[in-house]
């Protein structure tokens, strides 16, 4: 099985600042990963898929990168309603793990 | 609107039986897998399995296979995730989601969840 390694698991920010969170693949997935965003009590909101497509209706200050093993989700500049947790997920017909996730926190 | 809707939230007892569920419109629900996954307390997501209602073609995660069934009624636009016999580790949050039509398996809308606990 493929396995999804999010760094880090934790991260405090400012509003205003440029964050990254890491995904890493046990194997390469070419670009078979997507990102979703979770905030307590509301239903998760997909980000991105195929590692850099922004999903429609998506602010551009989200971005993904990467292919192979190493992907990136990259927030340029933080609002307040960024503060949530993300998940990278890879995905194919039979399988789709996520990462353990990263806690976005405010500093 | 494409809209994803799960019943309400369930306190069982260990042994019980459960068959929550989850309801599709403003699209075509018989043309796009549907998934299942799984959040328990203070932990992250985990993808339990999807089904293809048109003809009901499911797969699950090693990790569930046996432990629960995943069916859908395309007839209704309903997706079922069932338990034969809970057990307290079953204590979760759980969501449905519908993947895109392109061919890819990610998930594009999700339902609200459903908090499934089960305590004696």
């Known amino acids: 099985d493929i396995q999804m390694t999010q760094s880090p698991s934790t991260l405090s920010a400012s509003v205003g600042d440029r964050v990254t969170i890491t995904c890493r693949a046990s194997q390469s997935i070419s670009s078979w990963l997507a990102w979703y965003q979770l905030k307590p009590g509301k239903a998760p909101k997909l980000l991105i898929y195929k590692a850099s497509s922004l999903e429609s209706g998506v602010p551009s200050r989200f971005s993904g990168s990467g292919s192979g093993t190493e992907f990136t989700l990259t927030i340029s500049s933080l609002q307040p309603d960024d503060f949530a947790t993300y998940y990278c997920q890879h995905y194919n017909s039979y399988s789709g793990t996520f990462g353990q996730g990263t806690k976005l926190e405010i500093k | 609107e494409v809209q994803l809707v799960q019943s309400g939230a369930e306190v069982k007892k260990p042994g019980e039986s459960l068959k929550i569920s989850c309801r599709g419109s403003g699209y075509n629900f018989t043309i796009y897998w549907i998934g299942w996954a799984r959040q328990m307390p203070g932990k992250g997501l985990e993808w339990m399995g999807i089904?293809?209602?048109?003809?009901?073609?499911?797969r699950y995660s090693p990790s569930f296979q046996g432990q629960v069934t995943i069916s859908a009624d395309k007839s209704i636009s309903t997706a079922y995730l069932q338990w034969s016999s809970l057990k307290a580790s079953d204590t979760a949050m759980y969501y449905c989601?519908?993947?895109?039509?392109?061919?890819?398996?990610?998930?594009?809308?999700w339902g609200q969840g459903t908090l499934v606990t089960v305590s004696s």
């Open positions: 089904i293809y209602p048109g003809d009901s073609d499911t």
């Open positions: 989601a519908k993947t895109d039509l392109s061919g890819s398996y990610f998930f594009d809308n």
